[in-house]
């Protein structure tokens, strides 16, 4: 009977494990705004791709891939990441000028980490950004990228969007 009871316990051990590990993945699927539009004004989230998603964001988002769609200066732009760690090639248009943008998007726990690497003509930026959910259910976007105006220490944004 003691044998029987110690391998019920054992079996719903490895059962509730499995469970955890198991465990899907948040989705951050939908269209998405701007929880405090004030702040982007503040923190320099203007949605270039350099802090944010910008005002306004709409995520797709399946097993194999997340595509975001924002508006900058009035025209859509579209970046979709891998979801296992290989390299997603996007290319963006500043100043009338294509540039490429090679990702890396992977999981850190519930929180999708980004990192991008971005070639302005033989200088190479590294821009870092996240994806998380809080507690309420809004989507937390995290971004570093370099001082572009000063040289100085990283410039950090977090901003918090609100689903629509």
């Given at each position: 009977?003691?044998?029987?009871?110690?391998?019920?316990?054992?079996?719903?051990?490895?059962?509730?494990?499995?469970?955890?590990?198991?465990?899907?993945?948040?989705?951050?699927?939908?269209?998405?705004?701007?929880?405090?539009?004030?702040a982007?004004?503040?923190?320099?989230?203007?949605?270039?791709?350099f802090?944010?998603?910008?005002?306004?964001?709409?995520?797709?988002?399946?097993?194999?891939?997340?595509?975001?769609?924002?508006?900058?200066?009035?025209?859509?732009?579209?970046?979709?990441?891998?979801?296992?760690?290989?390299?997603?090639?996007?290319?963006?248009?500043?100043?009338?000028?294509?540039?490429?943008?090679?990702?890396?998007?992977?999981?850190?726990?519930?929180?999708?980490?980004?990192t991008?690497?971005?070639?302005?003509?033989?200088?190479?930026?590294?821009?870092?950004?996240?994806?998380?959910?809080?507690?309420?259910?809004?989507?937390?976007?995290?971004?570093?990228?370099?001082?572009?105006?000063?040289?100085?220490?990283?410039?950090?944004?977090?901003?918090?969007?609100?689903?629509?």
């Amino acid at each position: 009977m003691r044998r029987a009871a110690a391998l019920m316990m054992t079996l719903a051990l490895v059962i509730g494990t499995v469970a955890v590990f198991a465990q899907a993945k948040p989705s951050f699927a939908g269209k998405w705004a701007l929880a405090d539009p004030a702040a982007a004004a503040a923190g320099g989230g203007r949605g270039g791709g350099f802090g944010g998603l910008g005002p306004a964001a709409t995520i797709v988002q399946d097993e194999k891939t997340i595509t975001i769609t924002r508006s900058v200066q009035g025209t859509d732009v579209k970046t979709v990441y891998n979801l296992d760690g290989s390299e997603s090639k996007n290319t963006m248009t500043m100043g009338g000028n294509a540039i490429d943008q090679v990702s890396k998007a992977k999981w850190d726990g519930n929180k999708l980490v980004v990192t991008t690497s971005i070639d302005f003509g033989g200088n190479v930026a590294e821009l870092g950004t996240s994806f998380a959910l809080d507690a309420t259910g809004n989507l937390v976007v995290e971004s570093t990228r370099p001082d572009f105006q000063g040289g100085g220490a990283p410039v950090k944004t977090s901003m918090t969007y609100k689903k629509q």
